[in-house]
């Protein structure tokens, strides 16, 4: 078959092979991972050589010049044999360092590598995340100001209620936004290193490496958490950190993907109602049936991958349940899908959303067709209040205009027919003391409160700072190939 390849003859997730941005995949990737432990295998080195071991430069040199030169065959070999991924990478990595073999992993257990990996691998994910989720935060905020006085229906319970405007609605979903980025930096500096620990969490085999010297294992495992770029590491563990870490950076992940399903499915109903549009292409087809649908594809996807993401929490919670005393290996095949997976589908999530964000097309029109139709009941009150300024009796006023409107009503429901109150008002001469301040009455500007100050103080206050330590990262834009 032309175009055939290995790669597709076996399955592949969409995660990576569809959706997920460079940067994100490669995080998570065989080569990072690896890499990585080789680099903690380094550190360890480096900081025992520092504190006395005997630890030559050459064997330092030697372990620096082969970071990148993984045998991912003879790895996969020595696993296959040893069934032990870790020991099957020292025996890869001291393969191609002959000289430093004696010393890789020296003290150290699988924990070392792996645990210390992952973290890494957490922090990472962040530092990839947070540019992202500032830029959607950017993009929504300049169409909130842009639109900050723009009266459209508000609805509860999906009935049209009190007009709110375009901006304001887009500052709820920004509110939540800004409460996500607020949550993962938390997350990720909260991250601390596992560091050295040995096979409990107590440091034996290091102090019996430095022969009962406490002050030179904390110093070990301060320069090994200096030279991986942590500021902490974790003072107490068990084989493993803890695994409520991982809860932790799920959770915020999970809860960013109930604010990105809330913000999405807005924007589904909406465009249903033809208000508001997520970018559709000039070539894109909707329906293979249906020539004419513009269906918001993009939001429905993020809708889709958000409820996976939500889904995902449930691995750390029940992970961190059932690790027994100090660690079991059941945590093991759950984190290598659940923790990648869950960094994976926020990135995809966030890069669609910011796509639909910096193209969202607003029809004020339909907007102000849907307000025609709608805000003449709501303009009842100001009616009868207008009529009481002018001399009217409020119990026969709220008569008059109760049966005007349920006769309205009926025309709407009943027929099929437009809202026909305001003319029925302006025929009935009970109300001929008002008819010249109608059009003002009816103005929608004058039912959307305080909506537009409400988004100014709010974007100057709650969501301009936030965005601050991401001005740099701000002018990349998002194409989605799929």
């Known amino acids: 078959?032309?175009?055939?390849?290995?790669?597709?003859m076996k399955y592949r997730s969409p995660l990576v092979s569809r959706y997920a941005s460079k940067e994100m995949a490669f995080n998570f990737s065989d080569m990072k991972k690896f890499t990585t432990w080789r680099r903690l295998w380094l550190y360890l080195a480096k900081a025992e050589k520092e504190l006395g071991l005997p630890i030559t430069d050459a064997q330092v040199s030697e372990m620096e010049s082969h970071l990148e030169d993984i045998d991912f065959i003879m790895a996969a070999d020595e696993e296959r044999k040893l069934r032990h991924d870790v020991m099957a990478h020292v025996h890869t990595f001291a393969h191609c360092c002959p000289t430093a073999a004696p010393i890789i992993h020296l003290g150290a257990t699988s924990c070392y590598v792996g645990d210390n990996t992952d973290l890494i691998m957490l922090r990472d994910g962040f530092d990839i995340l947070l540019p992202k989720l500032a830029r959607v935060i950017d993009r929504l905020a300049n169409f909130a100001e842009k639109y900050a006085d723009l009266p459209t229906l508000g609805f509860t319970h999906y009935q049209p209620a009190q007009l709110t405007t375009v901006g304001k609605r887009a500052c709820l979903w920004l509110q939540?936004?800004?409460?996500?980025?607020?949550?993962?930096?938390?997350?990720?500096?909260?991250l601390r290193f596992r560091g050295v620990k040995g096979t409990t969490g107590t440091q034996a085999s290091f102090l019996q490496l430095f022969q009962g010297d406490h002050e030179k294992v904390e110093e070990l495992d301060r320069k090994v958490t200096e030279m991986a770029g942590f500021k902490k590491s974790y003072l107490v563990t068990g084989q493993t950190y803890s695994r409520k870490v991982d809860i932790d950076s799920l959770c915020v992940l999970a809860s960013l993907a109930a604010t990105v399903h809330k913000i999405c499915t807005d924007i589904r109903l909406l465009a249903n109602l033809k208000e508001i549009e997520e970018p559709f292409e000039k070539e894109q087809i909707g329906s293979s049936a249906m020539p004419y649908k513009r269906n918001p594809m993009r939001a429905e996807r993020c809708c889709s991958l958000a409820r996976h993401l939500m889904a995902l929490v449930s691995d750390p919670l029940q992970t961190a349940a059932v690790q027994w005393l100090e660690r079991t290996l059941d945590d093991s095949a759950n984190r290598r899908i659940s923790l990648p997976e869950s960094f994976l589908t926020a990135d995809i999530i966030l890069s669609t959303l910011q796509n639909i964000t910096e193209g969202l097309v607003v029809y004020p029109k339909v907007i102000e067709r849907h307000i025609r139709h709608e805000l003449p009941f709501m303009a009842t009150e100001n009616i009868i209040m207008a009529m009481v300024k002018a001399g009217g009796n409020r119990q026969d006023c709220h008569e008059k205009i109760r049966v005007l409107s349920q006769q309205a009503a009926a025309v709407v429901k009943q027929e099929g027919g437009d809202n026909d109150l305001l003319a029925r008002v302006q025929a009935d001469p009970y109300f001929a003391p008002i008819i010249g301040q109608l059009d003002s009455i009816l103005d929608p500007k004058t039912f959307i409160g305080r909506a537009p100050q409400q988004v100014t103080r709010f974007l100057?206050?709650?969501?301009?700072?936030?965005l601050e330590p991401y001005k740099s990262k701000m002018d990349?834009?998002?194409?989605l190939e799929l």
């Open 176 to 190: 939540d936004l800004v409460m996500d980025m607020r949550n993962l930096q938390r997350a990720r500096e909260d």
């Open 460 to 466: 100057s206050e709650e969501v301009r700072p936030v």
């Open 1 to 8: 078959m032309e175009g055939s390849g290995e790669e597709f």
């Open 476 to 479: 990349v834009k998002i194409e």
